[in-house]
């Protein structure tokens, strides 16, 4: 146990404790309305990567437990080589103790003790009621931010646009035109195409090993996307649906894939990977076109990147807008700036799944 500033004092939490591990869960409750008991194990304990950090926050003289902070450890990659990092997720203080001294001092106690526990370094996605702390602690930006979307039908859009007096047989008509053309140009970007083939479905195989095994090598940042950490992350995560759709050439070789959730008739894109950058319209156009004879509106995917991520994704068909949430980093010393140096060289992106944790 570690003593804080003004009455609060720190536990490194383990696993295995249960009084921890109610703690926990109860903070989850009270804070994120997550009432999910297998999240404890498939979090704290089963990630391939290692055990995540967690230090808990108490009322020296009540023995009160009253926040939370995780740092999940996470390999990433930059030019073939494996860093062994973590990414900072469940931030979490009870209201009335929400006031800046406890939740900087929570911050920078589990960053020490991530520093005490040998990793280089820790990414984050701040919203932005956090941001002000990230910035105290010394956490450096990462990157560009924004939210990419493809419209797949167009009424409801054009309802939500237009004024509410707008009769309803000008939007249906309307909107025919517009899916008309937005399946044109989904065409013409290759969602017909006869030389790929999309399947929706299934897990990762030793074609997928090998397809993260080049992708791996590869100039940028990634993170580890082996099947053993998907398989983890999506395949067996306790409180989300995933699906993985992937592109296939004729010759059954591997090309590109993507990683996916649904929410409320929107598809949320967490992952996807390639091969080479010429098959990433395909890749969408196909998919595009599966979501739209199941009546999926749209196609959303947030991303934190550097370079030309942006000009892809728009040959991909996507319109963009800004992102609130924040992509930063932190190392040791004085390596924040040569991470964030680092960083600004080449093309690479961190998708929503490593945001959404």
Known sequence: MKRGKMGYQFIVAEAGNPVHR???????????????????????????????????????DQDKIIGSASVMRRDFVLGGEIHHGGLAILFSVDPEYRVFGPALQLQRAVIEQAWEQGLEFIVGFPNKSAQ??????????????????????????????????????????????????????????????????????GKPDEKWQQLWEKIAAN???????????????????????????????????????????????????????????????????????????????????????????????AKAGFLSRPMDRDGVILAPGEHSIRWKKLLQKGDWYIPDGELDL
């Open 22 to 60: 109610e703690a926990i869960l109860d903070l989850w409750r009270r804070n994120f309305r997550l009432d999910c008991n297998d999240c404890y194990d498939w979090l704290y304990v089963d990630n391939p990567a290692g055990a995540t950090i967690t230090l808990l926050i108490t009322l020296a």
């Open 132 to 201: 002000s702390i990230t910035r105290r602690v010394g956490y450096e930006p990462l990157g560009e931010k924004r939210r990419f979307t493809q419209l797949i039908w167009s009424k409801e859009k054009l309802r939500e646009k237009l004024p509410k007096a707008f009769p309803g047989w000008l939007i249906a008509g309307g909107s025919y035109v517009l899916d008309a053309g937005l399946l044109l140009r989904n065409t013409m970007v290759g969602g017909a195409s006869s030389r790929t083939k999309l399947v929706t479905g």
């Open 219 to 313: 100039p940028g940042f990634k993170g580890d996307l082996g099947m053993d950490y998907v398989r983890w992350r999506y395949l067996e995560c306790p409180y989300r649906d995933y699906r993985i759709s992937q592109l296939f050439g004729l010759q059954g070789d591997l090309l590109a894939y993507l990683i996916f959730s649904l929410k409320d008739g929107l598809v949320l894109v967490e992952e996807f990977r390639f091969s080479d950058e010429k098959w990433v319209p395909e890749l969408f156009a196909k998919f595009w076109r599966e979501m739209r004879s199941r009546g999926v509106k749209a196609i959303n995917a947030g991303l934190v990147f550097n370079g030309n991520t942006k000009h892809m994704m």
